[in-house]
């Protein structure tokens, strides 16, 4: 069997498991790899028993988030086999990558994600409108998900590993997603609009601060309205740009982790 290529785009985080020495016989060669998510694997070492043990204990790394490892695993009748030989397995966990939150299907949400595919990040693109949030003419990397916008923002655990775009069709739907963002632990917040919008909704937010919040200061500290770098162009694929930049530049490749090379 030939070994799996691991150079294209799998789900993380995951672990890769790599066979780096075989005394004896085996089902399988050195260099053989299989990668493993929390509900899926890609490749394998050889199947049986053997195989499930390698896939308990790269799913026991996942959960502790444990060091690159190797293990040893006898292939004797304990585990139904009889090749009688033993195998070295490397365990390397993969982390999961940045993501960018598409809040919105139009235009330039489509364009953006273009722009992003194919660089080190998973791109989300949401909307609650069923035309907008098809898959067709997107990149296949990029995941379109058929939900409200703001009802996404309430429900996702955003971490700074995560970047919110909030380019939907409506100025009420944006003021709603930014209300749940501004409380969240993202790592960008972006917002499509004007300077004009961005004062507008600011103004909002001080009156909602009566009731004694701070939404108009985490606002200063974290919105990025109008998103993006300045680009004088109304033109979808221009702004995507401006804003792929933007993200790149302050979020996306800050601290970026080094990728697991295959």
């Not at 294209?8 to 995951?14: F, K, L, N, Q, V």
């Not at 200061?217 to 109008?226: E, G, I, K, L």
């Not at 601290?255 to 295959?262: C, I, S, T």
Request: hydrophobic content about 40%; some cysteine; glycine content about 8%.
């Amino acid at each position: 069997m030939d070994i799996v290529d691991f150079s294209g785009e799998y789900p993380r985080p995951a672990v890769l498991c790599t066979i780096v020495k075989i005394t004896g016989s085996a089902p399988q060669s050195v260099g053989q790899r299989m990668w493993v998510t929390a509900e899926k694997f890609y490749g394998t070492l050889g199947g049986g028993t053997f195989e499930h043990r390698v896939l308990e204990e790269a799913r026991l790394c996942l959960e502790n988030g444990a060091p690159p490892e190797l293990k040893d695993f006898s292939l004797s009748r304990e585990m139904d086999q009889c090749c009688g030989g033993r195998v070295q397995v490397f365990f390397e966990t993969a982390k999961r990558r940045k993501c960018v939150h598409l809040l919105g299907g139009g235009h330039v949400a489509r364009a953006l994600a273009a722009t992003l595919a194919g660089m080190p990040l998973d791109v989300r693109l949401i909307d609650g409108r069923e035309r907008w949030s098809r898959s067709e003419g997107l990149p296949d990397s990029v995941e379109a998900l058929r939900e409200d916008p703001a009802a996404y923002a309430r429900r996702v655990a955003w971490t700074e590993d995560d970047a919110a775009c909030v380019l939907t069709h409506s100025h009420e739907l944006d003021f709603a997603s930014v209300l749940l963002l501004l409380n969240s632990n993202a790592g960008y917040l972006g917002l499509i609009g004007s300077a004009h919008k961005a004062a507008v909704f600011r103004a909002r937010l001080v009156t909602l601060d009566a009731d004694g919040g701070d939404r108009a200061a985490r606002w200063d500290r974290r919105m990025r309205c109008p998103i993006g770098i300045r680009l004088d162009s109304k033109n979808p694929k221009i702004i995507a740009v401006s804003i792929a930049a933007e993200l790149l530049e302050h979020w996306g490749l800050r601290d970026a982790a080094r990728p697991v090379v295959f």
